[in-house]
């Protein structure tokens, strides 16, 4: 008898464990939606966002920007819906986000997509075209805000999240979690070791990916997926000159590509795959490690110099060259999400709750509780501030000056330099040590140099919590936080085993990076770069464990102040493209070097055109390039610039004349046989509407023979055909001799106008173009550039008397 009770207890525990385990495994319902739209700004001319280079500006596309949204909505509530959007940008920006949600609301006529449920989260590529992040510190290195490039960014958002609200159907989700190995190393490792709980870790970056898979409720039909996984995007360097999405957007090309149908064009499929930020403030895809490029040897650890400079102590991926790492790193985050996708099998339920909440913080007047702090003593944050490392940059781009990580004392010319900015005050100086203060952009006014209200935002989608956080957060920090907003969900009765945190790093906002108490003691670029104090991260602490106990309970929070806009208030010194010329007897769309008349797999195929400047229109959800084949009596496109393997290049030919070359890398696995190809470009004539395109074709070519192997090689030699210029400066000068002649008659800084508006355009030709930023002109493209603005401004004033 007493057996049998035994055995009856454990069958019902038995029972009761299954029941547990399937309702917990149970399916539960959303409203989901999945859209993916354009983004790509302008490929030639502007500078890049991410390195603050200015020598390193557009010259072609490598791969289009894509706004990935997704919309997941409770059933039964219809204001409870949340948006996320991964953008293949640097960062998302306050500009960006506010006149995002104002054109969904225009469009719907409703407040159903708002401030609060909108989140947006840059992938952080260094590679794509700057200038629309409206405060001073982000665009002065792109000579200012670029409207067309915001246009872009905010119209593709939009419209991606307008498809995702039109896709909307029944659906679930799964999620599962899993660890990518080998591709992410620490870039401060000499500040992670600083902190006190770092042996609580394995490692001193995060492993650890989450992916989301999104279906249809009877799971027949795949809508999409999202992953979280932290590393920098830095794979192409500062000397990329190609619009890139870097390895995030190479990982969402791959699975886009598995997941639609044969023969889709990149962009153009219902399936959308997001590779999400997360904290990467501290990583870098840069596997070598830090090396000093003129001896090999390690960098010095503590300072990243080699023989006391930043320069020449460079990190390099694990790749022959930077195009081949952003492949190899792409890859393997593409194949963890491959795997935990296709063996998802846990349901985000959690009752289908759907919930979020939002505020605005003023960073710079917090007062944190020593509940939250390091040091156990209730502290405040400072006034916004960047320390002399931040000038040093990091081993994935080195600074141009004379300034080196762990710095954290002060020097009496930058002292000087920065003086004529703003002068910390005393206080400030005290509150931000041990940071050494090299500019104060917390007191530069009259215009925004970095925002100092920020949003904090939360997401419930079952049992899985988004944290969109606006800056880049360190390894620990991150940690850090995700143990505070647990605490938080265990105190209110939330916390179930089940229960997951992700972070949604360089969201709606952008204010540098976050960094733990003890790693901004390093005073590293990182922690240089921590706007607000050694006592940031235990600020974020605070109030997301508010903001976590009040969605935990069902209760309001209150908005906050609301955050600087600076539509209308920004700065721009961007000069419009020159009007497109040509030689004598050349044609727009006449050939300058055609393709040969057959080719082998592994080889690269390239024409060029006498074309004009792709700024004159961005081709949104369009292409620039095609690669064609000929099918049944007709050329069927069957690659277009959004295609890794495909290049878009251009180059200035002397003043207004413009080179447009196409470059095809053939797969070894290409088919080969007697099937025709061509390649063919598309750009907009300057002073034409659309529709008025100048387009080329090459001959067509044949595929045959046997492989001559691959590698990407052919990218870097794309590289030096664009550093190489169309010509030397003499020849230059010899094919103007009679602006020559005016050179010798006329004085640059007299004779031409400091500052001429046109349009929104403020021109400050002699200081921005031809005299500042001595470091632009040491570079001989950019020289070019600025001679033939120097020569075609000379070219305008003879022509009107002067």
Same mark, same amino acid.
């Given at each position: 008898m007493t057996i049998r009770l035994h055995l009856s207890a454990i069958v019902l525990i038995l029972s009761l464990i299954s029941l547990i385990k399937a309702k917990q495994n149970d399916p539960g319902q959303f409203l989901v939606g999945a859209g993916i739209y354009d983004i790509t700004g302008q490929v030639a001319e502007i500078g890049f966002m991410g390195y603050a280079v200015p020598k390193q500006?557009?010259?072609?596309?490598?791969?289009? %920007?894509?706004?990935?949204?997704?919309?997941?909505?409770?059933?039964?509530?219809?204001?409870?819906?949340?948006?996320?959007?991964?953008?293949?940008n640097g960062m998302a920006f306050q500009i960006i986000k506010t006149e995002v949600v104002d054109r969904l609301n225009k469009t719907l006529g409703s407040n159903l997509y708002n401030d609060k449920n909108v989140l947006i989260s840059g992938t952080h590529t260094h590679s794509t075209p700057g200038g629309t992040g409206g405060t001073a510190l982000v665009d002065i290195t792109t000579f200012g805000f670029v409207k067309e490039n915001w246009e872009a960014c905010v119209n593709g958002i939009v419209q991606s999240i307008m498809l995702a609200h039109k896709n909307l159907q029944l659906g679930r989700i799964k999620i599962n979690v899993g660890q990518v190995d080998n591709a992410n190393i620490n870039r401060s490792p000499a500040s992670y070791l600083n902190n006190v709980d770092r042996g609580e870790y394995k490692d001193n970056t995060d492993h650890e990916m989450t992916v989301l898979r999104f279906e249809s409720i009877d799971g027949k039909t795949e809508i999409g997926m999202i992953n979280f996984y932290p590393v920098h995007a830095v794979s192409l360097n500062n000397t990329n000159l190609l619009v890139a999405g870097d390895n995030k957007g190479y990982a969402s090309y791959l699975f886009e590509k598995l997941k639609n149908p044969p023969g889709t064009l990149p962009g153009q499929g219902s399936f959308v795959a997001a590779f999400g930020q997360s904290n990467e403030g501290d990583v870098s895809p840069n596997l070598m490690g830090p090396k000093c490029i003129d001896t090999g040897l390690p960098c010095e650890f503590y300072t990243s110099t080699c023989n006391g400079k930043t320069e020449k102590c460079i990190a390099f991926g694990p790749g022959n060259n930077m195009y081949e790492s952003n492949v190899i790193i792409g890859q393997r985050q593409y194949d963890v999400a491959k795997d935990l996708y296709d063996n998802a099998q846990v349901f985000l339920n959690g009752n289908s709750i759907v919930n979020f909440r939002h505020t605005y913080v003023d960073m710079q007047t917090i007062n944190v509780s020593s509940r939250f702090t390091s040091t156990g003593h209730n502290e405040t944050t400072c006034q916004a501030a960047l320390g002399y490392s931040f000038a040093a940059g990091t081993t994935d781009g080195p600074g141009d000056f004379d300034f080196t990580q762990s710095t954290n004392s002060t020097n009496p010319f930058w002292q000087f330099v920065a003086a004529f900015l703003a002068k910390p005050t005393q206080q400030q100086i005290q509150c931000q040590a041990p940071k050494p203060i090299l500019l104060d952009v917390g007191l530069i006014k009259p215009i925004e140099w970095v925002p100092f209200v920020l949003p904090h935002q939360i997401f419930q989608i079952g049992q899985l919590f988004m944290v969109g956080v606006p800056g880049e957060f360190s390894t620990m920090s991150g940690r850090r936080l995700k143990i505070t907003i647990q605490q938080a969900l265990q105190d209110a009765g939330t916390w179930t085993p089940d229960s997951h945190i992700v972070i949604a790093g360089l969201s709606n906002s952008y204010s540098h990076y976050i960094t733990t108490y003890e790693e901004y003691q390093q005073q590293r670029y990182e922690g240089a770069s921590t706007l607000y104090g050694p006592h940031t991260l235990a600020a974020y602490q605070q109030t997301f464990y508010d903001l976590s106990m009040k969605l935990a309970r069902n209760e309001s929070v209150p908005s906050g102040p609301q955050p600087f806009d600076m539509r209308g208030k920004t700065f721009s010194f961007v000069l419009p493209p020159i009007p497109d010329g040509l030689p004598i007897n050349k044609n727009f769309g006449d050939i300058f070097t055609d393709v040969d008349p057959s080719y082998k797999p592994g080889d690269t195929v390239r024409c060029s055109w006498w074309g004009a400047n792709p700024r004159n229109d961005l081709f949104t959800e369009k292409s620039y390039l095609y690669v064609d084949r000929f099918i049944n009596q007709t050329w069927v496109p069957i690659l277009t610039d959004g295609d890794i393997e495909t290049r878009f290049l251009w180059r200035r030919q002397i003043i207004d004349n413009s080179i447009i070359t196409v470059e095809w890398d053939i797969p070894v696995t290409q088919q080969t046989g007697q099937d025709l190809y061509r390649l063919r470009h598309s750009v907009l004539l300057s002073g034409f509407k659309n529709g008025d395109f100048e387009s080329g074709s090459s001959i067509g070519w044949t595929i045959g023979g046997s492989s001559r192997g691959t590698t990407l090689s052919s990218? %870097?030699?794309?590289?030096?055909?664009? *550093?190489?210029? *169309?010509?030397? %400066?003499? *020849?230059?000068?010899?094919?103007?001799s009679s602006i020559v002649t005016s050179v010798n008659r006329h004085n640059l800084g007299t004779v031409m106008p400091k500052i001429v508006y046109v349009g929104t355009y403020a021109w400050r030709v002699e200081d921005i173009i031809c005299g500042g930023f001595a470091s632009v002109l040491s570079q001989q493209i950019n020289s070019y550039y600025c001679l033939d603005i120097y020569f075609a401004w000379l070219a305008v004033l003879e022509n009107s008397g002067h």
């Open positions: 500006r557009g010259h072609g596309l490598l791969q289009r %920007m894509r706004s990935r949204a997704f919309i997941i909505g409770d059933v039964n509530k219809e204001e409870n819906r949340v948006v996320y959007v991964s953008a293949d990218l %870097m030699k794309a590289q030096d055909y664009l *550093s190489t210029g *169309s010509a030397d %400066m003499a *020849s230059i000068a010899n094919s103007h």
